[in-house]
T-cell receptor, first 112, second 116 residues
Framework: ETGVTQSPTHLIKTRGQQVTLRCSSQSGHNTVSWYQQALGQGPQFIFQYYREEENGRGNFPPRFSGLQFPNYSSELNVNALELDDSALYLC???????????FGSGTRLTVV | AQSVTQLDSQVPVFEEAPVELRCNYSSSVSVYLFWYVQYPNQGLQLLLKYLSGSTLVKGINGFEAEFNKSQTSFHLRKPSVHISDTAEYFCAVTNAGGTSYGKLTFGQGTILTVHP
């Protein structure tokens, strides 16, 4: 079975720009969650998608948005990038109610 | 609101010695608990999880953890560590069967360094 894959692995953007990060869920999984991990910190929950709808959100502003597609892949979009958005962004997929989360290797975003 | 406190930011240990990484949590509802490992420049790998049943949970790579509800702790242990165990370890919690499914709350992490 395939794991969770994220693209790109690294990205450099300028403050004020917009960015889209992509995640391909593990085969058979129907939920996807996104996390932000700042340097030296634990991951923080951004939001989760199930059946193409957001069904849980952490303490992140609306400029963080997402999509889940019928094939369970997902996107994280961040508008009006700020320097503090520099972090490792992790995607995790699971089967609803299983509590078996599989994480991808992440996208390292640097905002300059 | 939930929170997780990992009591040690760094734990140095010699190869083949035992190790314990400490985790305490705070929650007003029942929880499920997890330990993840993160190697440099990689994502998170699940070591073990407690959902129900025996409070002693065995995971991969020889790790185990014990859920102590009265002390709200979930400490991770390994009787004999290897150089390859050098990594950062994260304790995480989520509501048991609640509407916040998918939301893991993580601790700040403990860097385990195994010396030869």
């Amino acid at each position: 079975e395939t794991g969770v894959t994220q693209s790109p692995t690294h990205l450099i953007k300028t403050r004020g720009q917009q960015v889209t990060l992509r995640c391909s869920s593990q085969s058979g999984h129907n939920t996807v969650s996104w996390y932000q991990q700042a340097l030296g910190q634990g991951p923080q929950f951004i939001f989760q998608y199930y059946r193409e709808e957001e069904n849980g959100r952490g303490n992140f502003p609306p400029r963080f948005s997402g999509l889940q597609f019928p094939n369970y892949s997902s996107e994280l979009n961040v508008n009006a990038l700020e320097l503090d958005d520099s972090a490792l962004y992790l995607c995790a997929s699971s089967l609803i109610d299983s509590y078996g989360y599989t994480f991808g290797s992440g996208t390292r975003l640097t905002v300059v | 609101a939930q929170s997780v406190t990992q009591l040690d930011s760094q734990v140095p240990v010699f190869e083949e010695a035992p190790v314990e990484l400490r985790c305490n949590y705070s929650s007003s509802v029942s929880v499920y608990l997890f330990w993840y490992v993160q190697y440099p420049n990689q994502g998170l790998q699940l070591l073990l999880k407690y959902l129900s049943g025996s409070t002693l949970v065995k995971g991969i790579n020889g790790f185990e953890a014990e859920f102590n509800k009265s002390q709200t702790s979930f400490h991770l242990r390994k009787p004999s560590v290897h150089i390859s165990d050098t990594a950062e370890y994260f304790c995480a919690v989520t509501n048991a069967g609640g509407t916040s499914y998918g939301k893991l709350t993580f601790g700040q992490g403990t860097i385990l360094t195994v010396h030869p």
